[in-house]
């Protein structure tokens, strides 16, 4: 069992920048994919970025790559996401998951069985 627990969100003008963690606990000693995932009400959870704490790789959607950095802190069992250059589109609720070991589509909601409860993210124009 994993726990998750996200924080970090907040509001923030376009342009601006924010940094999500995400605190595991539990059985952290086993390698996970960790991710984080959005939602807008209304519409489907969308894989925004991915780590696989086995080795290290980062995996983005390409509507975030280049402005948001995914990294993990072993010693901390937390996982970040540096969000820089938001826009009104990046306004969501931001939840953590989590899924020990390899996951074939690592930023595919259905893959993860372990998810934090949420921190909401606003982007003002």
């Known amino acids: 069992q994993v726990q998750l627990v996200e924080s970090g969100g907040g509001s923030v003008q376009a342009g601006g920048s924010l940094m999500l963690s995400c605190a595991a606990s539990?059985?952290?000693?086993?390698?996970?994919?960790m991710g984080w995932f959005r939602q807008v009400p209304g519409k489907e959870r969308e894989g925004v970025a991915a780590?696989?704490?086995?080795?290290?790789?980062?995996y983005y959607a390409d509507s975030v790559e280049g402005r948001f950095t995914i990294s993990h802190d072993n010693a901390k069992n937390t996982l970040y996401l540096q969000m820089n250059s938001l826009t009104p589109e990046d306004t969501a609720m931001y939840y953590c998951?989590?899924?020990?070991?390899?996951?074939?589509?690592?930023?595919?909601?259905?893959?993860?069985?372990?998810w934090g409860q949420g921190t909401q993210v606003t982007v003002s124009s």
């Open positions: 998951a989590a899924k020990r070991g390899w996951v074939g589509y690592p930023l595919s909601d259905s893959e993860y069985n372990y």
């Open positions: 539990g059985d952290t000693y086993f390698t996970y994919c």
């Open positions: 780590f696989y704490t086995g080795n290290g790789s980062p």
